[in-house]
């Protein structure tokens, strides 16, 4: 049984002054929020000192929203996780806007799936035997 | 980049009233918190009305912790997002004895990885490509 879709999302060669700043990444969530109707429980954010990156974390009606940031690697990661249909949200334009990300992988995972966990660890394996196999037909 | 791992978990057949009460929920938590030598930061817990479920999110020093149930299907679903090297956890067996789960899935992803999108989504096509070329071998 399926009960959500979780979108997860890695954002590289960001600004990394953007990385540190608390508002930048409430005002990105609050914009996701809004666009896709997303209802707040409670909310946990997080500056590390010094040169350190942004945790936030959002209880949803509808599950989940998080961030973590990597200043030092340019990093930014995000995950959300929906139990109801939502529109898929403009993660490339908005990240590359508004860190001035260079690259952005969305990932998008469904969850409840009681295999997902074997299907994907053995993603390499089976395409590793498949080029086996493959390349024993043309031998 | 890999900025950190994370555990995405489903557990399936569980015991309903086991995922409607937040105490075996918050339990839980504090015994992967304990067994990981993770810091809290801040929480969020919400138990959704009447026969509704819980939903459990921990901001951690080390990235955070959630967990949504679904007693309605018999399924809950965790995320664990470390930023630095830790030992896997005994979830098939701590959910098999707390949450009566039939079936526990864990599956790992490197977080910040920027191909990690296109590598997934692309899954199922490769399979596919290579099973066509395969045969192709053999014909």
Redesign the interface.
């Known amino acids: 049984?399926i009960?959500?879709t979780?979108w997860?999302?890695?954002a590289?060669n960001c600004n990394a002054a953007l990385l540190r700043d608390e508002s930048v990444l409430r005002e990105l969530f609050g914009s996701i929020i809004t666009d896709l109707e997303l209802k707040v429980?409670?909310?946990?954010w997080?500056k590390f000192p010094g040169e350190g990156g942004v945790?936030g974390?959002?209880?949803l009606s509808e599950?989940?929203l998080?961030c973590?940031t990597?200043p030092e690697?340019g990093?930014a990661?995000f995950?959300l996780?929906c139990?109801r249909t939502r529109a898929a949200w403009g993660w490339e334009e908005s990240l590359k806007a508004k860190l001035e990300a260079k690259?952005v992988?969305?990932?998008?995972?469904e969850?409840?799936?009681?295999?997902?966990?074997?299907r994907?660890?053995n993603?390499k394996s089976?395409?590793s035997d498949?080029?086996s196999?493959?390349a024993?037909?043309?031998g």
Do not use: W
């Open positions: 049984m009960v959500g979780e997860l999302i890695e590289t429980l409670g909310e946990v997080h945790t974390l959002v209880a599950s989940h998080a973590h990597y690697f990093t990661t995950n996780y139990c690259t992988s969305v990932m998008k995972i969850r409840g799936d009681p295999h997902l966990g074997s994907i660890s993603f089976e395409i498949q080029r196999q493959a024993g037909g043309d």
